[in-house]
């Protein structure tokens, strides 16, 4: 007897969940554009160590953070939006499988993406302060204080909605998995 077209429709929907494996290859040829940046940024600092301030160290190192921040953010989306949507790692044995894969999901990445964009804004937040700072330490009256104000003002607002955007995505989860905890209990 032969399967009817909708099972044929449905494998071939199912199938489909392939075609994303080409952008999850692109995000790690991404992750190698910024191990090849990090490198730039660290020859940079070792070699002009002795002619930088300590306030230019501060901001390159922080530039080095902020780069193994994405990096981090595109291991996340790639591992685990590979794992959630397109197929299962066969890593059950591997000794550095990451603890967070175990149990991820969709909603369980939309968190943790939310809290290292979060992470990646705190950066970005402090080296502005950092600058500003400087700025104001260098030339406290030629100063330009009011576009600083605005320009700062902005980041701060940017980062205030990731903060309030990651709090609502996680309660949002939270939400729904209590929602399917009550449900099951309900049914047995």
């Not at 996340?76 to 603890?99: A, I, K, N």
């Not at 302060?129 to 700025?135: H, L, R, T």
């Amino acid at each position: 007897m032969s399967k009817p077209f909708s099972h044929h429709l449905e494998a071939f929907l199912f199938g489909s969940r392939w075609l994303q494996a080409p952008l999850y290859l692109g995000l790690v040829f991404a992750q190698g554009v910024y191990v090849f940046k990090f490198l730039q940024e660290l020859v940079h600092l070792v070699s002009h160590t002795v002619s930088l301030s300590e306030v230019e160290i501060m901001l390159i190192v922080l530039g080095l953070i902020d780069v193994v921040m994405v990096a981090n953010l595109l291991i996340m989306v790639t591992v685990g939006g590979y794992q959630t949507f397109v197929s299962r790692l066969d890593l059950d044995d591997h000794p550095d499988q990451p603890e967070w894969l175990s149990h991820v999901n969709a909603g369980v990445l939309k968190v943790k993406l939310a809290t290292a964009l979060i992470g990646i804004s705190s950066i970005h937040l402090l080296k502005t302060f950092i600058e500003v700072g400087s700025k104001m330490a260098q030339a406290p009256d030629a100063f330009s204080l009011t576009k600083l104000e605005h320009g700062v003002m902005f980041q701060v607002g940017i980062h205030l909605t990731f903060v309030i955007s990651a709090l609502l995505m996680a309660y949002t989860d939270k939400l729904m998995n209590s929602t399917l905890v009550l449900t099951k209990e309900l049914e047995h």
